[in-house]
């Protein structure tokens, strides 16, 4: 991202929601750094979930479909 990367963007995100007292917006990163420790960096600054590039389609619809599913939505609105 040229202005800020995910975990600025993230902290700023997760500032907003704290600060409107609003259910936690889910956040998942897509990135290309899949070495070790990525995954955590990124749990560790806020986001939800992680997908590597390349993208495989069914990681991505994985994932997707796990924060869209009702079970998911409704721990997202109460956070």
Avoid: F, N
């Avoid at 907003?16 to 899949?34: C, E, F, L, Y």
């Avoid at 749990?43 to 079970?71: C, E, F, I, N, T």
């Amino acid at each position: 991202m040229p202005v800020m990367d995910g975990y600025e963007a993230t902290r700023r995100i997760r500032a907003r929601d704290a600060a409107a007292h609003s259910g936690r917006v889910p956040i998942v990163a897509m990135t290309a750094h899949a070495m070790s420790g990525a995954r955590e960096d990124c749990l560790a600054a806020g986001m939800d979930d992680y997908v590597a590039k390349p993208v495989q389609m069914d990681a991505l619809r994985a994932v997707l479909a796990k924060w869209a599913s009702p079970a998911y939505a409704s721990r997202r609105a109460s956070a």
